[in-house]
């Protein structure tokens, strides 16, 4: 499954730190000929950059407001021009408030996250999809970064929530359209995982049965599920049985169940990560 990596251009965005970073390892490990890296950390980045030209790779970075349509098809072209096409995408930036729904601001907290978290994939993926879709010289993979939060509704998560379940709509309609459009070169995987200890999620609590994800362990989950072609990959497994248990269960019992597995409680005591909350 290297295959799909071996000789690849990669673009991971939200790649300066955390899981994103990790992704960029793991591509350079495993043989890609191009890694381009976007993030609005260039310090980090570059950091980043300089390791991984270590393995041969070489290597990119792109400081990119995902935020930012024109910046987003600014980047894309620069990438095209410098290191082509990507043929495996990896949508990794994201943002998240934890708060009640009425202390989110409506631009810096509300419209930054649907922009960040929900339309940057889309965009992104809408300005590249063209020539990948067009190059069936060699497998494609777009790896989307969503969340548990995307299966199951959470006091103190509204916005993140919201537009994390909007990513996996679309990301697995998308994964539909290519089946019956017949476009076999290209698998989508949505990756929703619990929480993972990025910092992002400082002070979150997992419910039970729930252990916090180690970036590690969630990168390698997904990693593998996107080399595979898996369509979505759940972490840990209690994130795919809670989501199953609410669809057959009345929602007001699901209620009770959720309190009762401090699903309902496990953001009480967020604080998040100092500074810009990214992942």
């Keep these: 499954m290297n295959d799909i990596i071996r000789g690849a251009t990669v673009l991971v965005t ?23 890296l976007w993030d609005i950390d260039e310090a980090r980045a570059n950091e980043l950059a300089a390791e991984l030209e270590k393995h041969g ?14 910046a987003i098809e600014a980047g894309a072209a620069q990438v095209r021009a410098e290191i082509g096409v990507p043929d495996v995408l990896i949508n990794n930036a ?6 009640a729904f009425w202390e989110h601001d409506q631009r810096r907290d509300i419209d930054a996250t649907i922009r960040i ?22 497998p494609k993979r777009i790896l989307n970064i969503v969340s548990a939060a995307a299966t199951l509704p959470n006091p103190g ?15 697995e309609s998308l994964r539909l359209e290519f089946v019956k459009h017949r476009v076999d070169h290209i698998a989508v995987t949505s990756f929703c995982p619990s929480y993972v200890s990025t910092g992002m999620f400082e002070g979150a609590r997992g419910p039970m049965l729930t252990p916090i994800l180690t970036p590690e362990t969630a990168t ?13 990959v759940m972490k840990p497994w209690t994130v795919k049985f809670a989501m199953a248990l609410r669809g057959v269960l009345p929602t007001r019992a699901w209620d009770v169940v959720a309190e009762r597995m401090g699903v309902y409680s496990s953001m009480d005591k967020f604080v998040g990560r100092t500074g810009a909350n990214q992942r």
């Design 117 to 138: 978290n929900t339309l940057a994939p889309m965009w992104l993926t809408r300005d590249l999809l063209p020539e990948m879709m067009a190059d069936t010289s060699r």
């Design 220 to 232: 390698q989950a997904a990693w593998s599920g996107m080399l595979s072609g898996k369509p979505i």
């Design 157 to 171: 998560m509204s916005v993140y929530a919201a537009s994390k379940w909007a990513v996996l709509g679309w990301s």
């Design 14 to 36: 939200g790649a300066a730190r955390g899981m994103g970073a990790i992704f960029a390892r793991r591509a350079a490990e495993d043989g890609a000929a191009a890694i381009a």
């Design 57 to 70: 790779t070489k290597v990119r970075v792109y400081v990119v407001d995902v935020s930012d349509l024109d």
């Design 94 to 99: 994201g943002i998240v408030k934890g708060a």
